[in-house]
């Protein structure tokens, strides 16, 4: 059976699937109805769905797009562009959470929204998890505090500093500055505090496959997704950046969590009921730009 058929009872040869498909698998006089070409669709068509969402007579059935999945957009839902760039203005990173658990419902929810991300060539590679036991995220935490001991141990080297000054002279004041930031994250850790994850109940980690090409980018635009999410179902997140870098160098966190060997954690995601709401936004850097 084709992947692809077109009813010609119901083409109006618009050929708007022949101008979207990304693969090309599909061609036209213009005149007549378009001509999938089966040939080369096992090898060229990435499921993107282009196809069958923008056809206007429903002419088009994909055999990996069965029936009740594809859905008409409710376009009465769709924001304004002043409401999303507000809703964007507005989000920030929440680092304060109630002593409240999330409940298994939304979290759900903003996985699903996840999943609507941008993937390069459509492969889709982002996988989830999600901790909320308790004593898995104290483990987390405290490895993810052993890494940064490490580093700043690293840091403080006089040999090691130098060798970064030499090696990467442009970026080697940047570097040697974190030890401050990880010697104080250290401190904080030795007197009980949690500036690892701060005591947010839910942390979601973005996994992949590491062989697969920019599976680092697909499973960044999924947590971003999520991280704009969370803030619609009034909840607060923050990026988790030195637990993904402490997985990287020590696999214990992601055995904790049931990681397979040959996938890579590309984000962390710490999910929670903030404690506060912040009313107004604040400016950012003016944007560098160079126009060719």
């Given at each position: 059976m084709p992947r692809i058929t077109i009813n010609q009872d119901l083409c109006n040869k618009c050929n708007s699937c022949v101008e979207v498909c990304p693969a090309e698998i599909f061609a036209s006089n213009k005149e007549d109805i378009p001509i999938f070409m089966d040939s080369i669709a096992d090898e060229f068509c990435i499921s993107c769905g282009?196809?069958?969402?923008?056809?206007?007579?429903?002419?088009?059935?994909?055999?990996?797009?069965?029936?009740?999945?594809?859905?008409?957009i409710k376009k009465e839902l769709i924001p304004s562009s002043d409401q999303i760039k507000e809703i964007l203005r507005s989000i920030r990173s929440i680092r304060e959470f109630k002593d409240k658990p999330v409940e298994k419902e939304l979290i759900e929810k903003i996985i699903d929204v996840a999943r609507f991300a941008p993937s390069a060539t459509n492969f889709q590679t982002t996988e989830y998890v999600v901790v909320q036991n308790k004593e898995v995220l104290t483990k987390i935490i405290n490895l993810t505090y052993s890494y940064l001991?490490?580093?700043?141990?690293?840091?403080h080297n006089q040999i090691v500093s130098s060798l970064i000054r030499i090696v990467l002279p442009k970026n080697a004041k940047e570097i040697i500055s974190y030890r401050q930031k990880f010697d104080r994250y250290v401190k904080a850790y030795k007197l009980g505090k949690d500036k690892i994850l701060y005591n947010a109940p839910v942390l979601i980690l973005f996994h992949a496959d590491k062989k697969t090409p920019f599976a680092d980018v697909n499973a960044n635009l999924a947590l971003h997704n999520a991280y704009v999410y969370c803030w619609s179902l009034g909840l607060g997140s923050f990026y988790t950046g030195f637990v993904v870098q402490a997985s990287h160098y020590n696999t214990e966190i992601k055995r904790l969590v049931s990681i397979s060997t040959s996938n890579k954690i590309y984000g962390g995601l710490a999910i929670g009921y903030p404690k506060v709401k912040y009313n107004k936004w604040v400016e950012r850097k003016k944007p560098r730009i160079k126009w060719v």
């Open positions: 282009h196809c069958v969402a923008i056809c206007p007579k429903n002419a088009i059935n994909h055999k990996n797009f069965q029936e009740g999945q594809v859905t008409p001991a490490k580093m700043s141990k690293l840091l």
